[in-house]
């Protein structure tokens, strides 16, 4: 599977943004789908992520209330809408998939074996 992250940008905090992810190849291998951020001096952490076929989703603390995972089965594309950004929330933000993923252990990328490029978002005051 090979995913492509996109939609980053520089926006005031109090704005919105849509990142996409495109994913291609074995598609139906995915299972999930998740969306980590990872800002500079910082680990890699966990924002969202959504099942495949089911459409459940899971939300990081931080991210509930203000961002929105979905997918669009037929484009084979899962969005994270951003709304009310703040400047912490400046970060790269990646996509990731697995075929094996359980629903358990979503929170950790050492679980996910494929990564887009990411995209970065920045947030000013």
């Known amino acids: ?17 849509r990142l996409s992810c495109a994913a291609s190849g074995r ?14 001096g910082h680990e890699r952490e966990f924002v969202t992520a959504i099942r495949w076929r089911g459409g459940q989703t899971v939300y990081a603390d931080s991210a509930k209330d ?8 037929a484009k ?3 969005y994270l809408q ?15 998939t697995d075929a094996h993923i359980i629903w358990g252990r979503i929170r950790f ?14 947030v000013s005051s």
């Open 66 to 73: 203000r961002f929105t995972i979905s997918r669009d089965v």
């Open 27 to 40: 598609t139906f291998d995915m299972r999930t789908v998740g969306w980590f951020r990872q800002a500079p």
């Open 109 to 122: 990328p050492s679980d996910y074996d494929y990564w887009g490029q990411g995209t970065q978002v920045t």
């Open 82 to 96: 951003l709304n009310s950004l703040k400047p912490e929330d400046t970060a790269v933000y990646y996509c990731a």
């Open 76 to 78: 084979n594309t899962v």
């Open 1 to 17: 599977v090979q995913l492509q992250a996109y939609g980053g940008g520089l926006v005031q905090a109090g704005d919105s943004l």
